[in-house]
């Protein structure tokens, strides 16, 4: 087997199993109220579908760097693809809501791999100057996976049974695990490295108990519920003593070499914005659509599918220039057009046409597939090869905790702000207001009738809500622009003779 052909077949398996994970983040989300019905649970209890999945990723996605070096990137991403395929078997075949739980948590811990390994792999498979078109096409899986999983989950859930939306990642599991056993070659192992232990459990605790406080926050009411500050002091208690102890210890969990590279610190606090935005603007455009406006749940999957196909092309495009154009103006250039994006989104009325809100999702698109793509390559072109791995897994770990930020606060403030905006609409309710008199009501429905209250309360509602939505996307709008001079503390990285030999002989391999 030639050199090309065993990269592209890494390259196949690897995508393979990045897709499944990154799907498998959103996929479920449509089919909750299936399952709620299965398992005969309440909203509160379903939810924990969701939310042991994403704690246990958070947890075990900064281990992943140890566990590489220890037992060698091959062996763990083999282990890791059948730990995830068996696990959403399991899912499906679940019969009780603690069964799924269970299966969800060791679906999250296997899966928590993918994303930071295949990434690592990527780097060190390719060169320099093929890195970044490469980047590109690894960054489809990892963008395009949590777009497209609602579509396919709403589709698979009603043609079929929510239970395909896990048995789904079967055949991707398979394919993903015999490209990895036939093509990818094992890393250098590290006997020498020791596990701290004392670290990772308080990095663990910490990471959950934020977790935890953001999804059940909303439900909770934030910091009126002594749960939610229970669950905050945890996690600050627990950042404290993590971030005391890896300074005092001469073999940190996190190595803190990796935070004297400027651009990996720079690019992982860009991530975590970039998170933020992707997610909870996915998780707000469905409500809006479905509950607001009153879309089917087939059409919300269709028209914010394109989104998707914006990214796929703007990924394609600046995988081509990456070489030639210095990647932060790319970068910037992402951003601005995000920006522009949610400037649109911000206009939005409950009349807002089909074709505005595609136009509007596939800009976006666009935005954030030239944002990925540069930097990771950036983020990662002047850290030391060793710390890859765990520089990779820090980043996979920000991007995440941004999303959890973001649907959490987005979310948190479209419930405050629609009561605000509804009590502010009720104060203008007065017989004596001459709208009410100008006959905008609808015959038979006024303030001297329960049914016309009724009416009025629901279209006072839905338009507080709207605005709320509104608001979110114009603060999202805020702070996407105001990251973009970041972009400039970064180094643009440049080819040096050793990287310049190394694309010489990946060519001749060629």
């Given at each position: 087997?030639?050199?090309r052909?065993?990269r592209?077949?890494?390259t196949g398996?690897?995508?393979?199993a990045?897709?499944?994970?990154?799907?498998?983040?959103?996929?479920a989300?449509?089919?909750?109220?299936?399952?709620?019905?299965?398992?005969?649970?309440?909203?509160?209890?379903?939810?924990?579908?969701?939310?042991?999945?994403?704690?246990?990723?958070?947890?075990?996605?900064?281990?992943?760097?140890?566990?590489?070096?220890?037992?060698?990137r091959?062996?763990?991403?083999?282990?890791?693809?059948?730990?995830?395929?068996?696990t959403?078997?399991?899912?499906?075949?679940?019969?009780?809501?603690e069964?799924?739980?269970?299966?969800?948590?060791?679906?999250?811990?296997?899966?928590?791999?993918?994303?930071?390994?295949?990434?690592?792999?990527?780097?060190?498979?390719?060169?320099?100057?093929?890195?970044?078109?490469?980047?590109?096409?690894?960054?489809?899986?990892?963008?395009v996976?949590?777009?497209?999983?609602?579509?396919?989950?709403?589709?698979?859930?009603d043609?079929?049974?929510?239970?395909?939306v896990?048995?789904?990642?079967?055949?991707?599991?398979?394919?993903?695990?015999l490209g990895?056993?036939?093509?990818?070659?094992?890393?250098?192992?590290?006997f020498?490295?020791?596990?701290?232990?004392?670290?990772?459990?308080?990095?663990?605790?910490?990471?959950?108990?934020?977790?935890?406080?953001?999804?059940?926050?909303?439900?909770?009411?934030?910091?009126?519920?002594?749960?939610?500050?229970?669950?905050?002091?945890?996690?600050?208690?627990?950042?404290?003593?993590?971030?005391?102890?890896?300074?005092?210890?001469?073999k940190?969990?996190?190595?803190?070499?990796?935070?004297?590279?400027?651009?990996?610190?720079?690019?992982?606090?860009?991530?975590f914005?970039?998170?933020?935005v992707?997610?909870?603007?996915?998780?707000?455009?469905?409500p809006?659509?479905?509950?607001?406006?009153?879309?089917?749940?087939?059409?919300?999957?269709?028209?914010?599918?394109p989104?998707?196909?914006?990214?796929?092309?703007?990924?394609?495009?600046?995988?081509?220039?990456?070489?030639r154009?210095?990647m932060?103006?790319i970068?910037?250039?992402?951003?601005?057009?995000?920006?522009?994006?949610?400037w649109?989104?911000?206009?939005?009325?409950?009349?807002?046409?089909?074709q505005?809100?595609?136009?509007?999702?596939?800009?976006?698109?666009?935005?954030?597939?030239?944002?990925?793509?540069?930097?990771?390559?950036?983020?990662?072109?002047t850290?030391?090869?060793?710390l890859?791995?765990?520089?990779?897994?820090?980043?996979?770990?920000?991007?995440?905790?941004?999303?959890?930020?973001g649907?959490?606060?987005?979310?948190?403030?479209?419930?405050?702000?629609?009561?605000?905006?509804?009590?502010?609409?009720?104060?203008?309710?007065?017989?004596?207001?001459?709208?009410?008199?100008?006959?905008?009501?609808?015959?038979?429905?006024?303030?001297?009738?329960?049914?016309?209250?009724?009416?009025?309360?629901?279209?006072?509602?839905?338009?507080?809500?709207?605005?709320?939505?509104?608001?979110?996307?114009?603060?999202?709008m805020?702070?996407?622009?105001?990251?973009?001079?970041l972009?400039?503390?970064?180094?643009?990285?440049t080819?040096?003779?050793?990287?310049?030999?190394?694309?010489?002989?990946?060519?001749v391999?060629?």
């Amino acid at each position: 087997m030639t050199p090309r052909a065993q990269r592209g077949i890494v390259t196949g398996s690897i995508m393979l199993a990045t897709i499944m994970q990154t799907l498998d983040s959103t996929i479920a989300n449509v089919a909750l109220p299936h399952m709620q019905g299965t398992m005969s649970a309440t909203q509160d209890q379903i939810s924990w579908v969701l939310t042991s999945y994403i704690i246990a990723a958070a947890i075990a996605t900064p281990a992943t760097g140890f566990l590489s070096q220890r037992f060698g990137r091959k062996r763990l991403l083999a282990i890791s693809i059948v730990g995830f395929t068996v696990t959403s078997m399991l899912c499906g075949a679940a019969q009780t809501l603690e069964e799924i739980v269970i299966f969800r948590l060791a679906q999250g811990a296997f899966g928590a791999a993918f994303v930071p390994l295949s990434q690592a792999i990527m780097l060190d498979t390719y060169s320099m100057e093929q890195r970044g078109r490469m980047m590109a096409l690894w960054g489809v899986g990892v963008m395009v996976g949590p777009i497209a999983g609602p579509a396919l989950g709403g589709w698979l859930t009603d043609s079929y049974s929510w239970r395909w939306v896990f048995y789904i990642n079967v055949p991707f599991g398979i394919l993903a695990f015999l490209g990895v056993m036939y093509a990818l070659t094992e890393s250098k192992l590290d006997f020498l490295r020791r596990f701290d232990w004392l670290g990772f459990a308080f990095l663990s605790i910490a990471i959950g108990a934020t977790q935890l406080m953001l999804d059940r926050g909303n439900l909770k009411d934030w910091f009126s519920s002594p749960e939610i500050i229970l669950e905050t002091l945890i996690a600050a208690f627990a950042f404290y003593l993590f971030i005391t102890h890896s300074l005092t210890t001469q073999k940190p969990f996190i190595d803190l070499q990796l935070f004297t590279d400027r651009n990996l610190v720079v690019g992982v606090s860009m991530m975590f914005i970039v998170g933020l935005v992707l997610y909870a603007t996915m998780a707000l455009m469905p409500p809006y659509l479905e509950t607001l406006m009153g879309y089917p749940v087939t059409t919300t999957g269709l028209v914010l599918a394109p989104r998707g196909i914006g990214t796929m092309i703007a990924m394609i495009i600046s995988g081509r220039i990456i070489n030639r154009v210095d990647m932060r103006h790319i970068i910037a250039f992402g951003l601005a057009l995000s920006s522009f994006s949610l400037w649109q989104m911000a206009q939005f009325n409950l009349n807002v046409s089909e074709q505005t809100i595609i136009t509007t999702g596939v800009i976006q698109g666009f935005g954030l597939g030239f944002i990925f793509a540069p930097l990771t390559t950036i983020c990662f072109a002047t850290l030391p090869a060793h710390l890859r791995t765990d520089g990779t897994s820090i980043y996979s770990l920000m991007r995440n905790v941004g999303s959890s930020v973001g649907i959490s606060v987005a979310v948190s403030l479209v419930a405050r702000m629609t009561q605000i905006n509804h009590a502010s609409f009720a104060e203008h309710v007065d017989p004596t207001n001459p709208i009410f008199r100008s006959g905008a009501m609808p015959h038979g429905l006024g303030l001297e009738n329960p049914l016309g209250l009724a009416y009025l309360n629901e279209e006072i509602t839905r338009q507080a809500a709207a605005i709320a939505y509104l608001n979110d996307f114009r603060l999202m709008m805020y702070m996407t622009a105001l990251i973009i001079p970041l972009v400039y503390l970064m180094r643009n990285p440049t080819v040096t003779p050793e990287q310049a030999e190394e694309a010489a002989q990946h060519a001749v391999m060629d």
